[in-house]
């Protein structure tokens, strides 16, 4: 095999690879993070975890992709270390599937019908299909779906290329004499496991030994120990995944270990035990990529069904050699909400966006609690009632970090026309809600100093700044929802809200002017009830952020400030007609003073 020959096959490696992940990426992007999501609601039944872990891993063509995902869902507390056992059985099992697309390669037929099942024949029609969906259609999820044949196009070729790069062998000695010697078990089943963790993807190592086959040379006796190597080579991807992880993940990667090392080691004992006494005829004839294909599937469908009732034991195992410690619990216990920003959930974006949307309105949800709890301390103060707001503040703060952090790294992956923009809206709106927190934050001070100097707004002030919360109440249930369900003609309904919200700020400070003047309240009242009215009226500007970013994500060419100029000077009526009906639903008390109400009135005009 001269130099040429192994750049060739080097190249088909290659090839194979990017295909596969092409592939794998327009799959996952079709099934848009819900395959993961059926695995995060995963039940205890064993043998549903097996089929969920076979038929994803079937899907996204990587047994890697599947237990990487599984010990991101140990870590961050999503899932149980006892729901793990089946799913990375059924993932082994899944993985087969690959092996029997790539037998397709070793079909000799002159049949029509049955030559049309051959790679070499369908591979340039999915290309060709492929190619015309990514360039001529608009939709994303056709462009997905295009990639999914462009990619299976390109691993077929990359096979084609190592199995033409390797034919040559045929005629070396040395090759021959090289696979006689991984006939011995303990060989073959080391040069599986290194190949396997150098590439790390067993259904392209996998890929490699049946393009060996193709040449004729390979025997079943070396063929067999190889695969079980593989099988345990493939353990090195979530072991890697683990490190630096909980402890519970660490051990999700040691079941994934130690179920293909036990599995290895009595499937091997009890076929050459067998295979002593009754001297199995095929394993001195050439392996085919069907016959791979068998092997692979035999194995890990027999280890499964043997060692699916010991999952226990596995797991037990697995605790034994990644001990418990304290402290780790604690901290583990301590953070469970932020635990859902995994960063190896970050390899399948998809999913990822959907942890973040979850991670952002829990974000949402607090704040919203830390806003209405300040506003319920200004009629009944408590320093319970303090505390839940200083807690919740503190909470969106650490979700505005992580969260911001997670998002800019997850905006640089590969993603999809919706899940940019889900994105987007999240970056945008995590800072809104933060601000939001922080003006509950000073509405709880004021409640605070209100409590301690032993003031009291008057009846009237309370009963105006009533309107004015409600208003602001309604602004900022109509915000988070517009965010939640990207809402954009739910947004229209902010502006003209925020706009009555503008007037009522201004109306109540000049009210509080006219009660100054006739003795009827204290300046340092009016403090206080200023930095109330101004932290209200930043909410409403907060929640009309949210409106204008909804929306200017889902219009393309978008103007912030034309936007709002277009809405509240243009030409259409409709914001006008939607301030009067909002101004008529936030009245305040009437002035009985004549003098004072036309000046109010003039204030409104402004």
Same mark, same amino acid.
């Given at each position: ?42 039940? =205890?039944? !064993? *043998?549903?975890?097996?089929?969920? &872990? ?5 899907? /996204? %063509? $990587? @047994? #890697? +992709? ?116 991984? =006939?011995? !078990? *303990?060989?073959?089943?080391?040069? &599986? ?5 150098? /590439? %790390? $993807? @067993? #259904? +392209? ?402």
């Amino acid at each position: 095999m001269d130099f040429f020959s192994v750049l060739a096959l080097l190249g088909g490696l290659a090839i194979f690879l990017y295909g596969m992940n092409l592939m794998g990426d327009g799959l996952a992007k079709v099934a848009g993070g819900k395959l993961e999501r059926i695995l995060e609601t995963l039940t =205890s039944n !064993p *043998i549903r975890a097996v089929l969920l &872990g076979l038929g994803v891993t079937a899907v /996204i %063509q $990587s @047994s #890697s +992709a599947t237990t990487v995902m599984v010990v991101g869902f140990v870590n961050s507390g999503i899932m149980k270390l006892s729901q793990v056992v089946g799913i990375i059985m059924g993932a082994n099992i899944g993985t087969t599937v690959t092996s029997w697309i790539l037998s397709l390669t070793g079909i000799q037929s002159d049949n029509f019908i049955i030559q049309l099942f051959k790679p070499t024949s369908f591979s340039p029609i999915l290309a060709l299909i492929g190619v015309v969906l990514i360039m001529f259609t608009k939709s994303q999820k056709k462009k997905d779906v295009g990639a999914i044949f462009v990619g299976f196009a390109i691993l077929m070729y990359g096979m084609n290329a190592m199995s033409g790069a390797v034919e040559p062998l045929a005629e070396v000695p040395e090759f021959t004499g090289m696979l006689v010697k991984f =006939s011995n !078990p *303990i060989l073959g089943v080391v040069a &599986g496991a290194v190949l396997t963790a150098i /590439i %790390q $993807s @067993s #259904s +392209a190592s996998v890929g490699i030994l049946q393009a060996l086959c193709l040449t004729g040379m390979v025997p079943f006796s070396a063929a067999l120990p190889i695969i079980m190597g593989q099988n345990i080579g493939t353990c090195i991807t979530a072991i890697l995944s683990a490190i630096g992880a909980s402890k519970n993940a660490k051990r999700a990667a040691m079941v994934h270990l130690y179920f293909n090392l036990i599995g290895t080691m009595l499937f091997m004992a009890v076929f050459y035990a067998i295979n002593a006494a009754v001297h199995f005829s095929f394993m001195a004839q050439a392996a085919t990529p069907a016959g791979i294909a068998i092997l692979h599937s035999a194995f890990n469908i027999t280890a499964t069904l043997v060692l699916l009732p010991f999952g226990k034991a596995l797991e037990k195992l697995a605790c034994l050699t990644i001990r418990d410690r304290k402290e780790e619990e604690e901290k583990v216990a301590a953070d469970p909400d932020f635990m859902i920003l995994e960063s190896r959930f970050l390899e399948k974006p998809a999913f990822a966006v959907e942890q973040s949307r979850n991670a952002a309105k829990k974000m949402a949800e607090d704040s919203h609690r830390t806003l209405f709890t300040a506003l319920d301390l200004l009629k009944n103060f408590s320093t319970e009632g303090k505390a839940l707001v200083e807690e919740a503040e503190k909470k969106v703060d650490r979700y505005e970090d992580e969260l911001g952090t997670y998002l800019v790294k997850l905006n640089q992956k590969d993603l999809s026309v919706h899940d940019s923009h889900s994105v987007s809206i999240m970056l945008h709106c995590i800072g809104d809600f933060e601000r939001i927190s922080d003006h509950g934050v000073n509405i709880m001070e004021s409640a605070q100093e209100l409590y301690e100097k032993g003031l009291k707004f008057s009846d009237k002030a309370l009963e105006e700044l009533r309107v004015m919360e409600h208003a602001v109440e309604d602004i900022v249930d109509i915000a988070y929802k517009v965010y939640e369900n990207q809402d954009v003609q739910l947004a229209r309904e902010i502006e003209p809200l925020e706009e009555v919200i503008d007037e009522l700020s201004k109306e109540l400070k000049y009210r509080h002017i006219q009660r100054l003047r006739a003795g009827e309240c204290t300046i340092e009242m009016g403090f206080i009830l200023s930095d109330v009215t101004t932290s209200l009226e930043r909410v409403a500007d907060h929640c009309s952020n949210i409106g204008v970013c909804v929306t200017q994500v889902h219009e393309d060419a978008f103007d912030t400030h034309q936007h709002l100029k277009q809405i509240k000077h243009g030409p259409d009526e409709t914001f006008y007609r939607a301030l009067e009906v909002i101004r008529s639903q936030y009245q305040l008390p009437e002035i009985k003073d004549e003098p004072a109400a036309a000046q109010m009135a003039a204030v409104r005009s402004q």
